[in-house]
């Protein structure tokens, strides 16, 4: 069964970096990011686990915790978080999991089509083991994506997906096409003109259902 917005996140309880951890428990009050990779000393994951090491501040701020998901063991996962140091210049000390026995994989529907999963699996066999999810502190889905193995993703795409959730978290706003931190915001139509300067200050109306405002601070 596929997970899908506004779902309950699966629940989960594994074994990984940071010792045996409960995915909800472990996300609290927090917002949380689960990422997916199909094996461990691969080259297109070392980048991306590289890169999410980098941003730990930037998660940091946002009140916003990251756990990687591999189909290989912890003990291979302590030895390749060296690899990822060396290459990023950053210690990847938040947890990756063990998910040797595919079991969190198929219950957030991570695999391919037809995967083909021999005991010594490649990282071809479980090749769309490669996505995003962002869950809310109520533990919903909040966004979902996947990649190709030859299309590495782009960490500062989801940064920006990130704000743009909690900037209209439980408010009448969206974001428009390509809106960046700083831009403004879309009015809900759930609210009328009047509703909309009452609970947002001036609003800059480009069509009757498209309406603009400042975007409030987080």
């Given at each position: 069964?596929?997970?899908?917005?506004?779902?309950?996140?699966?629940?989960?309880?594994?074994?990984?970096?940071?010792?045996?951890?409960?995915?909800?428990?472990?996300?609290?009050?927090?917002?949380?990011?689960?990422?997916?990779?199909?094996?461990?000393?691969?080259?297109?994951?070392?980048?991306?686990?590289?890169?999410?090491?980098?941003?730990?501040?930037?998660?940091?701020?946002?009140?916003?915790?990251?756990?990687?998901?591999?189909?290989?063991?912890?003990?291979?996962?302590?030895?390749?978080?060296?690899?990822?140091?060396?290459?990023?210049?950053?210690?990847?000390?938040?947890?990756?999991?063990?998910?040797?026995?595919?079991?969190?994989s198929k219950l957030y529907d991570m695999?391919?089509?037809?995967?083909?999963?021999?005991?010594?699996?490649?990282?071809?066999?479980?090749?769309?083991?490669?996505?995003?999810?962002?869950?809310?502190?109520?533990?919903?889905?909040?966004?979902?994506?996947?990649?190709?193995?030859?299309?590495?993703?782009?960490?500062?795409?989801?940064?920006?997906?990130?704000?743009?959730?909690?900037?209209?978290?439980?408010?009448?706003?969206?974001?428009?096409?390509?809106?960046?931190?700083?831009?403004?915001?879309?009015?809900?139509?759930?609210?009328?003109?009047?509703?909309?300067?009452?609970?947002?200050?001036d609003i800059d109306i480009k069509l009757?259902?498209?309406?603009?405002?400042?975007?409030?601070?987080?």
């Amino acid at each position: 069964m596929s997970v899908r917005i506004d779902d309950i996140a699966p629940d989960f309880t594994v074994d990984s970096t940071a010792g045996k951890l409960n995915l909800h428990e472990w996300i609290g009050d927090s917002y949380a990011i689960l990422f997916s990779h199909p094996k461990d000393f691969t080259p297109v994951c070392t980048t991306e686990f590289g890169a999410v090491a980098r941003l730990a501040p930037e998660f940091a701020k946002r009140n916003t915790k990251v756990m990687g998901v591999s189909v290989d063991s912890v003990e291979e996962h302590v030895k390749w978080q060296r690899d990822i140091e060396a290459f990023s210049g950053a210690p990847a000390d938040f947890p990756i999991i063990d998910d040797t026995s595919l079991e969190v994989s198929k219950l957030y529907d991570m695999l391919p089509a037809g995967a083909y999963l021999p005991e010594s699996r490649t990282a071809a066999d479980s090749a769309t083991v490669r996505t995003v999810f962002i869950i809310g502190p109520d533990k919903k889905v909040r966004l979902t994506m996947s990649y190709p193995m030859s299309v590495g993703r782009n960490f500062a795409e989801i940064m920006r997906a990130l704000d743009a959730i909690q900037i209209t978290d439980g408010v009448a706003l969206a974001t428009p096409a390509d809106w960046v931190p700083g831009e403004d915001v879309i009015v809900g139509l759930s609210l009328n003109d009047e509703q909309a300067k009452k609970e947002f200050g001036d609003i800059d109306i480009k069509l009757p259902y498209l309406r603009f405002a400042k975007a409030p601070a987080k």
